[in-house]
């Protein structure tokens, strides 16, 4: 495969570019589920930016392997015969997850109306929030797992694919990734990327990010740190 001007193939630069995305889903599904969990033991968290980041998560997730369902995986199959066994795996794992995002979302959906819809009936409103939080953390603990072993599972794969793919198709499919990519979260995005410190492959990524995006760095981190801040964090 050619190089860019960075002496970096495309194949490589686009495994770089898909580590730092997966970096973003594991320190994701730790805030939530740390948080969902902080609730549940009735601590200081706010349900606002839970819900938030919660709801963030699930699309975040669902998109990205969406993406490789659909754009990928297709590519991969025609270029690369024995590898269908493994990425079919892979996307048995994808309807896994869906399941997955399906049971955390509706957990959420259940704080987020926690509230109004125990007091109507007289109930304590922190306790509804903290009985939805219990079952919210228990079906983040279980995407986390399934989460982590599915990245775990599926980067030597592509670690050896994406080398091999000619750059034209890599430069149709990242550019097909970056116009369906989620606008919502421009903040936990960013702050995930960078926080404890920047991900693998992380300014591989930002040159994909529109360039407000880019010159609101500074902003989103500090929304970023905010919000990390009302989830107890």
């Known amino acids: 495969m050619a190089q860019n001007v960075n002496g970096v193939s495309e194949g490589l630069?686009?495994?770089d570019e898909l580590l730092a995305v997966h970096t973003i889903i594991r320190?994701?599904?730790?805030?939530?589920?740390?948080?969902?969990?902080?609730?549940a033991a009735g601590g200081g968290v706010d349900v606002k930016a839970l819900v938030r980041a919660a709801r963030w998560q699930v699309e975040f997730v669902h998109h990205h392997h969406a993406s490789e369902d659909e754009l990928f995986w297709p590519v991969l199959r025609r270029l690369f015969p024995d590898a269908v066994?493994?990425?079919?795996?892979?996307?048995?794992?994808?309807?896994?997850?869906?399941?997955?995002?399906?049971?955390?979302?509706?957990?959420?959906?259940?704080?987020?109306?926690?509230?109004?819809?125990?007091?109507?009936?007289?109930?304590?409103?922190?306790?509804?929030?903290?009985?939805?939080?219990?079952?919210?953390?228990?079906?983040?603990a279980r995407l986390g797992e399934v989460l982590?072993?599915?990245?775990?599972?599926?980067?030597?794969?592509?670690?050896e694919l994406f080398p091999q793919v000619p750059d034209a198709e890599l430069l149709r499919l990242r550019a097909a990734i970056v116009a369906g990519a989620p606008?919502?979260?421009?903040?936990?995005v960013m702050g995930l990327l960078h926080d404890p410190v920047p991900?693998?492959?992380?300014?591989?990524l930002?040159?994909?990010?529109p360039a407000p995006v880019r010159w609101m760095r500074p902003l989103l981190l500090k929304r970023y740190r905010t919000q990390k801040s009302a989830l107890g964090q």
Do not use: C, W
């Open 13 to 15: 630069q686009m495994y």
């Open 27 to 39: 320190r994701g599904a730790v805030l939530t589920a740390a948080a969902m969990r902080r609730l």
């Open 85 to 140: 066994t493994a990425l079919d795996e892979l996307t048995v794992e994808h309807e896994a997850l869906d399941a997955g995002l399906k049971t955390l979302g509706a957990a959420v959906d259940t704080i987020a109306a926690g509230p109004a819809r125990r007091s109507a009936h007289g109930s304590d409103p922190g306790a509804a929030v903290r009985d939805a939080a219990r079952e919210g953390a228990q079906a983040a």
């Open 148 to 159: 982590l072993k599915h990245l775990d599972s599926e980067e030597p794969v592509l670690r």
């Open 183 to 188: 606008r919502s979260g421009p903040d936990l």
């Open 199 to 204: 991900a693998p492959g992380a300014e591989r």
């Open 206 to 209: 930002m040159a994909n990010f």
